[in-house]
Every structure is written in structure tokens, then in C-alpha cells.
């Protein structure tokens, strides 16, 4: 069984020490449990917490943990009421692909290649505007569109798209775009 407690001890000792390897003898302390190493994979796969070890960064030695950033880490809610089976059916549904940028789970990110894509589930009616944990209301997303920085790395859509969405816009659309270019160009 698991022992309250232990999974919280951890994490709080990992955001008090960002940046820092972290062995096996200082975490099982940390933990107060002999189950830690199973408390740390929870982290990383229900809380998201993008704890590195030797199988993610070649300098870090087996039995060795870095957090170096607590800011990949999803609304803890989301990963508490979303079982396991639900996840795992969203994520094989979405194909293990973000549906916001199409990033594919393991592989290196396509706005940030130094960063391998991590999958969260996501609401796509937020909770808080009576969103529900239904499949339906779920989907994968990358730790990037997840931290809301997708509008930061899409690319900007080149002239020939932006007219190809006011071709087929209403007319009072295609209005409002032309009042705004007349105020911004105004010669
Ligand atoms: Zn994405």
C-alpha cells in the first residue's frame, strides 16, 4: 500500500532543490520510505514533473535525479481525477500526437527541439467553465501548448492563408479586417 505522505515529501524536495542531482540515498531520506523510487515515478508520470535521470541526460550517473524546472508540471488536479485507463485511452485515441502542434510523444519537439515531447491530458472545456473528466472533454497535449506558449511558437501564417480565411469569412468580417488595415495603414 501506498504510505500518505512519502509522494508529497518528495516533490516538495525537489522544488527546494531545482538544479540540483539528486541521488538515491539523499531522495530514500527525503521519501522516508523504501518505496521512493516508485514515489518519484508517480511524479513523473501522474504529476508530470519532468524529473531527468541517466536514461535522459548522459551526465547524470545511474541513481541520480534532476528536476531543473518545476514549470512543466500541470494542474495537479488534472492528474488526480483522470484514472489511468482514461489517460492511457485519450492518449492512444489522439494517437500520441498533441492536438494543438501535432507533436508526437518521445520524439524532439517540433518549436523546441532540445525539449522531447511530453504529453499531459488536457481539458478542452477548462474545469473551471464546467468542463468534465469525460473522454470526450479530453485530449493530449505537449508540455508546450499545455504551459499556454503555443501562441508563441506557431508560426505566423504566411499571406496566403490570413486570405484564404477572409476569403471565406462573412462579409461583416472581411469589413471589420478592412476597417482595421485602413486604421493601421492609413495612406
Ligand atoms: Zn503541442
Redesign the pocket.
Known amino acids: 500500500m501506498r504510505e500518505p505522505g512519502a509522494r508529497d515529501r518528495l516533490r516538495k524536495y525537489f522544488l527546494e532543490h531545482l538544479g540540483e542531482i539528486l541521488d538515491s540515498d539523499t531522495l530514500r531520506e527525503a521519501a522516508g520510505t523504501s518505496e521512493w523510487a516508485r514515489r518519484v515515478r508517480e511524479l513523473r508520470n501522474e504529476e508530470g514533473y519532468q524529473i531527468l535521470t541517466h536514461n535522459d541526460r548522459s551526465e547524470l550517473k545511474p541513481g541520480q535525479y534532476l528536476l531543473e524546472n518545476a514549470r512543466f508540471a500541470p494542474q495537479p488536479a488534472f492528474a488526480r481525477t483522470i484514472s489511468k485507463e482514461t489517460r492511457a485511452y485519450v492518449l492512444d485515441r489522439n494517437g500520441f500526437t498533441?492536438?494543438?502542434?501535432?507533436?508526437v510523444a518521445g520524439e524532439s519537439?517540433?518549436?523546441d527541439p532540445t525539449r522531447k515531447?511530453r504529453l499531459h491530458i488536457g481539458h478542452i472545456i477548462d474545469k473551471s467553465m464546467g468542463g468534465t473528466d469525460d473522454p470526450a472533454n479530453l485530449r493530449a497535449?505537449?508540455?508546450?501548448?499545455?504551459e499556454g506558449a503555443?501562441n508563441l511558437?506557431l508560426d505566423r501564417p504566411s499571406s496566403e492563408k490570413l486570405l484564404i480565411q477572409i476569403r471565406r469569412a462573412t462579409g461583416a468580417d472581411q469589413l471589420k479586417v478592412l476597417e482595421w488595415l485602413i486604421k493601421k495603414f492609413p495612406k
Open positions: 498533441c492536438q494543438m502542434c501535432g507533436a519537439h517540433p518549436y515531447t497535449l505537449c508540455s508546450v501548448c499545455n503555443q511558437t
